[in-house]
C-alpha cells in the first residue's frame, strides 16, 4: 500500500489483510499474507524483500509479471463459477463459508486497472525493483503471456520446455541454467502435469558429442527425466529497425546485439516450441543504470512475444541439486 499513514491507511490495511486470507482460502494458495505501508511502490516492495518470511524460513525468489499497458485480467468470475456450481449441501451441511468469503474479497481488495493510463509504476522503478531483488541474493521470474493458459491445451500441447541450456568452458552449469531446469522439473512433478514431457534445447557450437555428454550427464545425475533437442545456430531472421519498441531508444552496437540476440531467441521458441504448454528461460541481464530501464523491459517484450506462457528466470542465489 502506497500511502501515507494515517487512521485511513490503517483500517485499509486490517480490511485488505482479511481479504488476501480469504482468496488464499478460497483458491487453496499455500503462502504467506504480508502487506506492508510506505510512501511509495520501490520502499513497500524493499521492505517486503527484507523482512517477508517465518522465522528462517525467507522467501528465495520474486515473481513479477511482464511490465506492459495491456490491462490485466481477473480469474474472480472463473472462480465465482466454480463455487456456485457445487452442491448446496457444502453449504447447508458443512457449512462452508467459501462464497461469502468469496463475496468479501470481491468487495475490499483493490480493483484492478480498466484504463492503460491508471498504471503507478513506471518503467524505470520497475526495473530498479527486480535490481533491488537481485541485490538482496533473491531469484527473479518475470511471467508473461499467461492469459494463454488453459488446462485444456495440456493434452494438445504436452510439452515443458526449457531455453537454452548453456555451460561454462569448464562444463559447468550457473545458477540460471540450473534454476530453470528445477523449477520445470517441479512442475512436471504435479498431477496435473505428469503427462507432459520435459523437454530441454541446447544450442550447440562444433562439439555436440561433448556437449550431448554433459547434459546427458546432468540430468541423469539430476534424475530428471528429460528429452535433449539440439539446435545448431540462431534464426537469421534480423529485427527491424523500424521496430516500434525500438524507434524512440538511441541504440549502440552492444546495445543492438542484445536486441538482436532476444529476437532471435524469440523466434526459435516460435519454431521448435509451437506445441508447448510453457516455456522456461533465462532472464536478460538486469541493469544497475536507470536509464536503461526501457531497453530491458524491450528485451522481455522482444523474447517474450507472442509465445506460449513464458517464464524468463534468473537466478542470483545457489540452486539446491542433489545428485548420487
Known amino acids: 500500500m502506497a500511502k501515507p499513514f494515517d487512521i485511513e491507511t490503517a483500517h485499509q490495511y486490517t480490511t485488505q489483510l482479511q481479504a488476501w486470507l480469504s482468496f488464499v482460502d478460497i483458491t487453496n494458495v499455500k503462502a504467506f499474507v504480508e502487506i506492508t505501508i510506505s510512501a511509495s511502490v520501490r520502499a513497500g516492495v524493499q521492505s517486503l524483500l527484507t523482512t517477508a518470511g517465518l522465522g528462517g524460513m525467507k522467501p528465495n525468489m520474486v515473481v513479477l509479471g511482464l511490465y506492459t499497458p495491456d490491462l490485466p485480467t481477473s480469474a474472480m468470475d472463473?472462480?465465482?463459477?466454480?463455487?456456485?456450481?457445487?452442491?448446496?449441501?457444502?453449504?447447508?451441511?458443512?457449512?462452508?463459508?467459501?462464497?461469502?468469503?468469496?463475496?468479501?474479497?470481491?468487495?475490499?481488495?483493490p480493483s484492478l486497472r480498466t484504463d492503460p493510463g491508471e498504471q503507478t509504476l513506471d518503467a524505470t522503478e520497475y526495473t530498479s525493483l527486480i535490481q533491488d531483488a537481485v541485490t538482496l541474493g533473491k531469484n527473479i521470474c518475470i511471467m508473461h503471456n499467461f492469459d494463454k493458459y488453459k488446462q485444456s491445451t495440456l493434452n494438445r500441447c504436452p510439452y515443458i520446455d526449457v531455453w537454452p541450456l548453456q555451460v561454462t568452458k569448464?562444463?559447468?552449469?550457473?545458477?540460471?541454467?540450473?534454476?530453470?531446469?528445477?523449477?520445470?522439473c517441479v512442475l512436471h512433478m504435479k498431477d496435473k502435469w505428469k503427462t507432459t514431457e520435459i523437454r530441454v534445447f541446447v544450442i550447440v557450437g562444433s562439439d555436440v558429442n561433448e556437449q550431448k555428454r554433459v547434459f546427458e550427464s546432468l540430468l541423469m545425475d539430476t534424475r530428471i527425466k528429460a528429452s535433449i533437442h539440439f539446435v545448431d545456430s540462431y534464426s537469421q531472421e534480423r529485427l527491424s529497425l523500424n521496430d516500434d519498441m525500438i524507434m524512440s531508444q538511441c541504440l549502440g552496437e552492444e546495445d543492438m546485439a542484445e536486441l538482436q540476440h532476444c529476437h532471435s531467441m524469440n523466434s526459435l521458441f516460435k519454431q521448435y516450441s509451437p506445441n508447448s504448454s510453457i516455456i522456461f528461460t533465462a532472464l536478460p541481464e538486469v541493469p544497475t543504470d536507470p536509464s536503461k530501464s526501457a531497453e530491458f523491459i524491450t528485451k522481455l517484450k522482444l523474447l517474450s512475444s507472442d509465445t506460449a506462457p513464458i517464464v524468463m528466470a534468473r537466478g542470483t542465489s545457489q540452486v539446491m541439486v542433489t545428485t548420487f
Open 170 to 184: 569448464d562444463n559447468q552449469f550457473d545458477s540460471t541454467c540450473l534454476l530453470i531446469l528445477q523449477l520445470a
Open 78 to 109: 472463473t472462480l465465482h463459477m466454480k463455487l456456485i456450481k457445487r452442491p448446496k449441501i457444502y453449504e447447508y451441511l458443512f457449512r462452508d463459508k467459501l462464497l461469502e468469503k468469496y463475496r468479501y474479497v470481491e468487495e475490499n481488495l
